[in-house]
Structures are given as structure tokens and as C-alpha cells.
């Protein structure tokens, strides 16, 4: 069975005898970055995960895996090449929090817990997400592209993201981090055009970065920067992607609206 727990301070007694935990909360990146804002992003995700490691670590009957995410923002996101798990992080805010995010779950696996870094990219569902706030404009024709558009997006059906973790659970020979990335990457402008091919409206409106950089300042990045993030972990362990591309992504998301 499934339980989704919430609770502020860890409750031991829920926790105890579970198979898996998958850790997925975290404050919403999609907002303005005031100072505030930016330390409940992080603590949030470090300090949250910190506390849940620490109870898992101090059960009687610990569960034997832990998912918890992370996010393809643990890269650098000025890269020209795709990466895997195995690259670097970057330096940039997003990239510190990832980073720290996923050493937050030390306590769990010094306790003898599997711990896997589901490092998941743009979550394309018309249920939430990304997605949503980019739907109206698209709908209209006046979906952009945002600079010149080269600037990467690592993707992944909503669908794919929980068939991920599905096998994760099943997985045991897995550990470690683990790009929750569809198989093909696109640019932002491809994006733009294929969103808007699904929408049934002309793709034709350009954006320039320089207004973003200097009302947004480092969350601009957000929108002008990417990285082609690659499944190496997922693929070479044979998971079966239901959605590989955009065009089948978004049809299929598009289909559900």
C-alpha cells in the first residue's frame, strides 16, 4: 500500500516498517528569489532531509530504500555537451542546494539504507508543474522563445517520472544518483515548437534575455540556461520509457487536458 506522510517533526511510529520511502517536498523554485524565499528553498530541502534521515536512521525497522529527489539543476548549466550522473555539480545557487540536498541523506545511508538521488528534470504534465503557467500563451500564439533558444531542456513525462521511481523500488542494484530525464533532450526553441504544434498555434513570438537578467538578476538562469542531462542509470538498467520524445510527451499530456 501507499501512505503519503506530512507531518512537521518526523513521527517515528508512521515511519516504522515501511519498504520504501520516496522523499519528494521541497519549497516551490517557481517564485521570486528574495532573500527569504531562497532560504526556505534550501532549508526546506537540506535541513527537511536531514530530519527525515535521522528518524529513518533511529527506526527499529527501517525501510531498506530511500528515493528522495533532487534535480537536474545539480549540474552546470552553461555546459555545450550531455551529461550523466557521473559529471560535477555546478556553482550556481540551484546547484548548491542539489548538492546539499543529496548529502543530507547521509544519516540514512550510514544506517545501512539504499539511497537513490532522482535527479528529475522539467516535469511535463498539464496536471502541474512547469507546463501550466506556459499553456495559456501557447493556446493564443504567443508562446516564445526565450533568447536564442539553444539553451537545453532536460524533460520528462509525468507518467515516466513515477514508472522511475517504480523502479527504483524494484531495482535493488541501484544506488546513487539517477537522472529522472527522458531519453532525449531538447533545445528551449524546440520546445516552443513543439508546444505550440501541440497547442495548434503559430510559434513566432522571441523574447530577448537581457529584460529577465536585469529584473530577474541569477534567476533569469532559470529560463536562459539548461543542461542535456542523459538517463544513463535508468536506461542501462532497462527501464522502458512510455514517453522517450516531446512530440509523444506532449501528446500524450495534451490528450488528459
Not at 156 to 166: F, M, S
Amino acid at each position: 500500500s501507499v501512505e503519503a506522510l506530512w507531518w512537521p517533526e518526523p513521527d517515528l511510529a508512521s515511519l516504522e516498517g515501511l519498504d520504501v520511502v520516496v522523499h519528494l517536498a521541497g519549497e516551490p523554485v517557481a517564485q521570486l528569489w528574495t532573500k527569504r524565499a531562497k532560504e526556505q528553498i534550501y532549508f526546506s530541502r537540506v535541513e527537511g532531509t536531514k530530519r527525515l534521515c535521522r528518524a529513518l536512521a533511529e527506526l527499529e525497522s527501517p525501510p531498506s530504500t530511500l528515493i528522495s529527489t533532487s534535480a537536474v539543476g545539480y549540474y552546470d548549466q552553461t555546459l555545450d555537451h550531455p551529461v550523466d550522473e557521473s559529471a560535477p555539480p555546478g556553482d550556481n545557487f540551484l546547484s548548491t542546494v542539489c548538492r546539499d540536498w543529496e548529502a543530507a541523506t547521509q544519516a540514512a545511508e550510514n544506517a545501512g539504507i539504499r539511497v537513490c538521488h532522482l535527479r528529475v528534470g522539467l516535469v511535463v504534465s498539464t496536471g502541474g508543474g512547469f507546463l501550466i503557467p506556459q499553456l495559456p500563451a501557447f493556446k493564443t500564439g504567443f508562446g516564445p522563445v526565450l533568447g536564442d533558444g539553444r539553451q537545453m531542456q532536460s524533460f520528462i513525462d509525468r507518467d515516466d517520472l513515477v514508472g522511475a521511481i517504480y523502479h527504483l523500488m524494484h531495482r535493488t542494484e541501484i544506488s546513487g544518483p539517477v537522472n529522472g530525464t527522458a531519453p532525449h533532450p531538447v533545445s528551449q526553441a524546440e520546445f516552443a515548437r513543439e508546444l505550440a504544434v501541440a497547442c495548434g498555434t503559430p510559434q513566432w513570438l522571441k523574447l530577448p534575455e537581457a529584460p529577465f537578467k536585469l529584473l530577474l538578476g541569477e534567476q533569469s538562469g532559470i529560463l536562459f540556461e539548461g543542461v542535456e542531462a542523459l538517463p544513463k542509470v535508468l536506461s542501462e538498467s532497462g527501464y522502458q520509457f512510455f514517453a522517450p520524445t516531446l512530440a509523444g510527451c506532449l501528446q500524450h499530456q495534451m490528450a488528459l487536458d
